[in-house]
């Protein structure tokens, strides 16, 4: 009862999504590649929970399957920016001087770019894809976190028991792991959240710009733009890939809240 309603219901949508993508490849109902061109745009139905394409391909098994695809994207385009926009945010916060100033111009340069023009621009010059998107968010991905963890460093060091510490004779790297990334870590994983949430977004919108995840691997976005043109009459063929980016940015965000309460609660 004491945990925050938002984190509960975050963590349980989350579970579901990530245990769709891990289990719901090896048990979909159907071949997710497999075309029947005879059987193509039918409604849902006992065989084909989602119905079909309009390629004969059933929709269900293409969103399953599509959960991992996206998921692993956002995963792995999440977690080199959150490395390295934690330790160069505390780094700088810690040290302050020359090197905070060099780390504060360069935030401030990227942030006054729209954020998906940029990403998409990065994307179209590295080769669209995968290997697009991870390099995209390895160049700018870093920028949220370490702007926060700066922020929240340079407040922490201005206390006295970071003085009373290197005093004491302690290192600067033990200064900065033991005593002051506990402190910054949990603003940094509820950033992380969001920002898993708003890569899931920029990889379905890239899928639906043909920038993203390239036919035949299934892809939310790249279902949502072949569908576009059937959204008045076959609506199942957009509506449901959509269906499953909207409980996943839900699942996500609320889980990011709820970690933000989590935390202000301790």
Known sequence: MRRPPALVAGAVMVGIVVAVALLGPLVVPHDPFLQDLSGGLQPPSATHWFGTDQ???????????????????AVLAATAPFVVGVGVGLVSGYAGGYLDWLVSRVVDTVIAFPFYVLVIAIVFAAGTGERGILIAYAIVGWIPYARVIRARTRALTRQGWVDAARGGGLSHPRVLVVHLLPNVIGQAVVLLMTEILLIMVAVVTLGYLGLGVQPPTPDWGTMISDGQPF?????????????????????????GDGLADRWRLR
Do not use: C, H, K, N
């Open 231 to 255: 959204l008045a009459t076959m609506w199942w063929i957009p509506t449901l890939p959509g269906l499953a980016v909207v409980f996943t940015g839900i699942g996500l965000s609320l889980l």
């Open 55 to 73: 390629l004969g391909r059933d929709i269900f098994s293409r969103v399953v399957v599509a959960t991992r695809t996206d998921l692993r994207i």
